[in-house]
């Protein structure tokens, strides 16, 4: 059996070389593989290249056989009427087909990748479709714990603010304990006071405690500072006068204003006008309060305070027997002290 080259085989059938190769790759020519001049190349049988459109019984002619002339006028005679196609019309369509067959591999590797995607999206769809059913139980599930704890929040500041009101009542009823128990200490501190005083007041004369020799000097400076006092006010009584207008006569007047000061009153007996010294008016004095020691009654004066505060502090019943105050009565000091002032 006779076999042709691809070459061959195109110019026969008048088709491109590329052609005839897709033909036989995708099984439409077959073909065998024959060992070359230039190695492996496809040999195609003459009775497989009648499906493609030549006549059975056909002999092709060599390139170096006869004219093409004669060729022609042979393929002519034995080719039938009915049967022939015009080679420019037949290229055509061969170009034809093949850009349509280019065209369906285009469409059909387009249509392969659109499946692809297809499928794809139809996956991504499906993810998309469990994501939002899973947003969905969580929104849900997100709402419910809000609204919990929304209701917590709101039954915590209730009880906050119950906690409050207990903690001012409780503040109220210790502030009110706080005032009770200080109003109890001090009646308690004015009771065992009193009762000091009591028992200080019910101490007999034997047990009573006597100055000691500082007290007693303390008591001495206290009585000459007192004489001291006396003697300056008996010496503005004396060397004041005050001379008063419209009368033509002089007076004499008192600058202490105490009880007992015979200028007061000549003074208020006369008529006389307000005592002037020729300085500024002086108010009249108010006797000042005594103060009762065992010593006697001594004015009421810080230092003279100080003084026998301290006296009285630092006497006790072991000085009883020393003082010389104690040898008088009472009552019989403090009139001494009176008279003295």
């Known amino acids: ?125 499906s993810l998309l479709a469990e994501r939002e059913g899973e947003i969905r139980e969580i929104r849900e599930r997100s709402e419910k714990e809000i609204g919990f704890l929304q209701n917590h929040l709101r039954q915590a500041e209730i009880e906050i603010e119950d906690r409050n009101i207990e903690i001012a009542l409780l503040q109220e009823k210790v502030r009110g304990l706080e005032m009770v128990a200080a109003s109890a200490e001090a009646v308690r501190s004015f009771d065992e006071e009193v009762r000091s005083i009591r028992e200080r007041e019910d101490l007999t004369p034997s047990e009573a405690a006597a100055p000691s020799l500082p007290d007693i000097r303390k008591i001495d400076a206290l009585q000459d500072w007192l004489n001291a006092c006396q003697s300056e006010k008996d010496r503005r009584l004396l060397t004041v006068t005050v001379s008063a207008p419209g009368r033509g006569m002089r007076r004499t007047s008192s600058t202490c204003g105490l009880r007992g000061c015979p200028g007061r009153e000549d003074a208020g007996s006369l008529g006389a006008a307000p005592f002037n010294d020729g300085l500024h008016s002086r108010p009249t004095a108010l006797p000042r309060p005594s103060v009762s020691l065992r010593g006697g009654a001594v004015p009421a004066n810080p230092v003279n305070q100080l003084l026998l505060g301290h006296s009285q502090s630092a006497r006790g019943p072991k000085d009883v027997a020393d003082s010389p105050h104690q040898r008088r009565p009472r009552q019989n000091r403090r009139n001494t002290a009176r008279d003295r002032i």
Not at 30 to 46: C, S
Not at 108 to 124: H, I, P, T, V, Y
């Open 1 to 125: 059996m006779k076999t042709l080259t691809i070459r061959q085989a195109s110019e026969a059938l008048g088709r491109a070389p590329a052609t005839i190769r897709r033909y036989i790759k995708t099984g439409r020519l077959p073909a065998e593989k024959e060992k070359g001049k230039f190695g492996e190349e496809f040999r195609i049988g003459l009775e497989n290249l009648e499906a493609l459109g030549l006549v059975k019984g056909e002999i092709l002619a060599e390139p170096s056989s006869p004219a093409p002339s004669s060729l022609t006028t042979r393929w002519a005679a034995e080719l039938p009427a009915e049967r022939t196609v015009p080679r420019d019309l037949y290229n055509e369509l061969v170009m034809k087909h093949e850009r349509l067959l280019v065209q369906y591999g285009m469409i059909r590797a387009s249509g392969q990748k659109m499946l692809e995607a297809r499928g794809e999206l139809d996956m991504k769809d």
